[in-house]
């Protein structure tokens, strides 16, 4: 993908009530719901994802979705037209999986391009109970955004729960200029 300009914007909230064309799902290998952003959209989004994600078990992911990857599901009841599940990688003190988390944010966008998606809003993947450090999250999630967006997608949001989370996007925002 040819890097273009892109608008990166922030905001602080619930990413389950953004009006966006696809909403990036922090899930699970199992693809079948759990906690954190996982549930939240599951829980909001209704019944309708989670089908979706068992056909698709049933389908091409038997084994789940692996680390790195996306795949997109109707988004239910959410206002947006679809979710693209992605997979990040547990934090590593002794091995680097920076790349695999990049590549969660990159192949989201890649399936946001094939499906026309204009607006996507992220979470701050892997960075909750997968344990990645904020700062590198949110600088590994700017840079690979900027770079990697498709000409489609004219806004990149990413959704913060708190406000250490925020504090942090900007401050890599900031610093990819």
């Not at 990049?102 to 989201?108: G, I, Q």
């Not at 904020?134 to 997608?153: C, F, H, N």
């Amino acid at each position: 993908m040819t890097p273009v300009t892109v608008t990166l914007t922030l905001v602080r909230g619930d990413i389950t009530l953004q009006s966006v064309d696809a909403i990036v799902n922090a899930a699970n290998s199992s693809l079948l719901g759990g906690g954190g952003v996982d549930g939240a959209i599951h829980r909001r989004g209704g019944p309708e994802i989670l089908r979706a994600c068992r056909a698709l078990r049933a389908s091409h992911y038997g084994r789940g979705l692996a680390t790195g990857r996306a795949v997109a599901t109707t988004a239910g009841l959410l206002d947006a037209r679809w979710v693209i599940h992605t997979v990040g990688p547990v934090h590593s003190a002794t091995e680097d999986r920076s790349d695999l988390l990049a590549s969660c944010y990159r192949e989201s966008l890649r399936v946001a391009g094939e499906l026309g998606a204009r607006t996507v809003a992220f979470p701050a993947v892997s960075t909750g109970i997968y344990g990645w450090p904020m700062d590198d999250g949110a600088r590994i999630a700017v840079r690979t955004a900027r770079a990697s967006a498709p000409r489609s997608v004219t806004e990149v949001r990413f959704v913060l729960f708190d406000d250490d989370a925020y504090v942090r996007f900007q401050a890599a925002l900031a610093a990819e200029g």
